[in-house]
């Protein structure tokens, strides 16, 4: 009898703690990186123009409506600029802060 509700709350519970809702410290894990990696070319603040003209803020690339957190990761996983190749949980992190930034 208890099997019949046990699994489906398993399954809940792996989802919501999957990527498609980021914990708190991967946010801050996230916007650390940004600060001290990104922010050598990037302004983060969406109003902000980029540290060089030509560079989005990281804002308002999250604002973009086709800037999604896998897009964001894809991006700095690879070879983004002089070699980020970010590992996966890093590129998580800062993926997550980059989508936090947006608006709506
Ligand atoms: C060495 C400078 C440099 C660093 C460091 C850097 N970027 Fe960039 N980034 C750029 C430039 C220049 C562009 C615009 C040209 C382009 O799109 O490749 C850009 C564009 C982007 C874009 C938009 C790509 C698009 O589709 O238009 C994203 C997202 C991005 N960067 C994320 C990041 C993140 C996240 C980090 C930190 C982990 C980072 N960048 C670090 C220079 C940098």
Avoid: F
């Avoid at 709350?9 to 498609?20: E, H, Q, R, V, Y």
């Avoid at 990696?37 to 603040?45: F, G, K, Y």
């Avoid at 894809?74 to 070699?83: F, K």
């Avoid at 980020?84 to 980059?98: H, I, M, R, T």
Wanted: hydrophobic letters at 50%.
């Amino acid at each position: 009898m208890a099997r019949s509700w046990c699994l489906p709350a398993a399954l809940a519970t792996l989802l919501l703690s999957g990527p498609a809702a980021p914990a708190a410290d991967d946010m801050a894990a996230g916007q650390k990186l940004a600060q001290s990696v990104c922010a050598q070319c990037h302004a983060l603040a969406r109003a902000r123009p980029g540290a060089e003209a030509g560079i989005p803020s990281l804002g308002a690339v999250a604002e973009r409506p086709a800037t999604t957190r896998q897009s964001v990761m894809t991006l700095v996983q690879g070879p983004h600029m002089s070699g980020l190749n970010l590992p996966a949980d890093k590129a998580a992190d800062v993926a997550a802060y980059v989508m936090s930034l947006r608006s709506k």
